[in-house]
């Protein structure tokens, strides 16, 4: 078992610069951040902050210009495509605003998707997919196409395909942009259950009341982490 | 993943496949019309005995004026006869003349072709008697005036009688129908191989027509490796006999059947494969086709893309996810396409009175194509959407 203290994540130096014309301009400047394992993080920050940067590069999506990436205690800064998607695979659940789900299959199958590209048998994904929509409370749902679920209930679907593959870490960006309060509520209860089972969850967003919700939020401005602080502290500058 | 794709757009997926449909079709129908032409000649020649040198006489090439082939009379019986004692491996022989009479029965009346032959010129047109027989070496010697008909000039001029036994008049001579043939039915030229008069070769040339020479002169060689040998010794030995020296032009033709059919057969091959690869032409159109809606459903769905490679798709997953899917519409396409093919054969067998022959052999080029195209085809549509950028594609509305 590991300990609750391990470190997760570790960002060193991280930076991300983009060539503009015949002039560079960094969107990371310089990010170091430790994130242990069971912690729940908020990341905020205002457009253009570069939040969205480092979100995708946490999230494996991207890669880093400079600077370390260990995630697990692998590094995966400059991993190639192939070793980043299957990273992602086995490491990442992402769960989006527009909840990403693929229109044409059923829940099920939506939820049962990494678990394809994990080379998992037919069985083994349905009895897990199966298990994690039940986890959401959307077992009755299974069979139905996303487009006959509301919001609140295709973003739950989402959050069961970002565990179905027992990922170490939660990515969710702006999970609740596209919901109502009551929705809202549903999900991020969803995600506190979660935390308090022991998983590691990021949670991109520039709502103060959603990023209470999480044990410690980060700020980002002009690409670095300008504030790191506990719970209870009432952001207002966003 | 590829097959509820492509059901997703339907209409989409059925059009797509259209051209791979047509395109398969197409080579089916006109590659199997082409082997119809082909077999019927081959048929037609065939018909014609197997194996066979005709000996005719040339054409006059004395000054003035020269006359058709076939005009000169230097070709006699003797000469027929000659070549039948003189000449190896040869299995048949039959000399020839015909020419067109007028056949009356009581007030029937019909015109056809009265041919004077031999015996053995049942074996080499591989005739058969349906009733009575066929005409003898005696009827030959004794210049009978005896006939053996064919079933068209027999219905014309006896009705359902059997004609075995009456007499018919032959250009005013009477004559005793000792034989009715066996139906063969038309020829692939469209000739009416039953409107035929046979009667023994001296009588035709003494009786009929006053002259000494034969018109033709059918050789069967006993087998195809002869043909060349049995040619040159029937011309060296008719060259002797008319004393043809020297550079001097023979006054007789061989000519060889089987090389005609090589000839034609050549010749209804390369018509076979021109029209095949017109057809081709379609289906490779119907490739760019397939190219074309893969290249725009890969567009179309950048999202689902992000989306399958965010949760961890390799390149390679998503390049199969699309290659799979252009290959089962060639796939699906092609076998549509060899049922359209094949109904498409029948029925202009069918409306067209024409033969038509499906073989194998495009059936299963035209299918190992329209799936390679597919394959092809779906390569750089199925590349573009694995080198898609997760981030760029999730971004994409």
């Known amino acids: 078992m590991q300990t ?36 729940f993080a908020a990341l905020m920050g205002p457009s253009g902050s570069g939040k969205s940067t480092l979100m995708n590069i946490l999230g494996c999506l991207d890669r880093p210009t400079v600077g370390s990436y260990q ?29 990403n789900l693929l229109a044409r299959i059923s829940s099920l199958d939506n939820v049962a998707l990494p678990l394809v590209y994990a080379g998992r048998g037919l069985s083994e994904r349905r009895e897990r997919a199966m298990a994690v929509l039940e986890a959401v409370g959307l077992a009755d749902r299974a069979e139905h196409m996303p487009n006959e679920l509301s919001g609140g209930q295709r973003q739950r679907v989402a959050i069961a395909r970002a565990l179905v593959n027992e990922p170490e870490i939660i990515m969710a960006d702006e999970p609740t942009g596209n919901l109502d309060t009551k929705s809202t509520r549903e999900i991020m209860e969803i995600f506190q259950k979660m935390h308090g089972l022991g998983r590691t969850i990021i949670l991109v967003t520039h709502e103060p009341e959603i990023a209470l919700c999480a044990n410690r939020q980060l700020l980002v401005r002009d690409g670095v982490i300008t504030r790191d602080e506990g719970k209870g502290v009432v952001l207002d500058v966003v | ?22 395109g398969v079709g197409a080579v089916i129908a006109m590659v199997s019309v082409g082997m119809g032409v082909r077999s019927n000649v081959q048929e037609s020649i065939a018909s014609l005995g197997s194996n066979m040198l005709i000996v005719s006489p040339g054409s006059s090439n004395r000054s003035g004026p020269r006359s058709a082939a076939g005009s000169m009379k230097t070709l006699k019986y003797d000469d027929a006869k000659a070549i039948q004692s003189k000449v190896k491996n040869i299995e048949y022989l039959s000399p020839s003349v015909s020419s ?13 072709s009265v041919q004077g032959i031999t015996p053995e010129y049942m074996n080499i047109k591989s005739l058969s008697v349906e009733s009575g027989s066929f005409i003898s070496s005696d009827n030959l010697q004794k210049r009978e005036r005896v006939a053996v008909i064919g079933t068209t000039v ?27 043939l066996e139906t063969k039915g038309q020829s692939s030229m469209g000739q009416d191989q039953d409107d035929v008069v046979l009667i023994p070769l001296t009588t035709a040339q003494e ?98 893309i992000g989306i399958r490679k965010a949760l961890g798709a390799t390149f390679s997953n998503i390049m199969m996810q699309f290659l799979i899917e252009s290959v089962v519409i060639g796939v699906v396409g092609g076998i549509i396409g060899i049922f359209v093919g094949c109904g498409l054969s029948s029925l202009i067998a069918a409306l067209g009175d024409f033969t038509t022959v499906i073989t194998w052999a495009p059936i299963v080029v035209s299918f190992t194509f329209s799936v390679g195209i597919g394959l092809i085809f779906g390569i750089l549509p199925a590349r573009k959407a694995a080198r898609l950028d997760p981030i760029e594609a999730l971004r994409y509305e």
């Open chain 1, 71 to 99: 995630l697990n205690g692998r590094e995966v800064a400059h991993l190639s495509d192939d070793e980043l998607a299957r990273t992602r695979n086995k490491n990442i659940g992402f769960v989006f605003q527009n909840f």
């Open chain 2, 100 to 112: 067109n009479y007028q056949i009356v029965n009581g007030n029937q009346n019909w015109n056809s």
């Open chain 2, 207 to 304: 009786r009929m027509l006053g002259i000494t020479h034969v018109q033709s002169v059918s050789v069967q060689v006993k087998e195809a490796m002869y043909m060349d040998q049995v040619q040159e010794d029937i011309e060296t030995l008719l060259r002797q006999r008319h004393k043809i020296i020297g550079g001097k032009e023979d006054d007789f033709h061989v000519r060889n059947l089987t090389s005609l059919m090589e000839t034609m057969t050549q010749t209804t091959t390369m018509i076979t494969l021109l029209l095949g690869s017109v057809a081709g032409i379609s289906l490779v159109v119907g490739g760019i086709g397939i190219m074309n809606i893969m290249m725009v459903s890969v567009t179309e769905r950048t999202r689902e």
């Open chain 1, 4 to 39: 609750k203290d391990e470190i997760v994540i570790r960002l060193q130096g991280i930076k991300k610069l983009y060539q503009m014309g015949d002039q560079q301009v960094a969107a990371l400047d310089g990010i170091d951040l430790d994130i242990k394992r069971g912690e």
């Open chain 2, 154 to 180: 027999a219905s014309n001029l006896f009705g359902d009688e059997n004609p075995v036994g009456k007499n018919i008049r032959v250009n005013n001579q009477p004559f005793r129908v000792i034989g009715l």
């Open chain 2, 1 to 22: 993943m590829a097959f509820s794709a492509l059901y997703a757009n339907k209409l989409r997926s059925l059009l797509t496949m259209l051209g791979i449909i047509i």
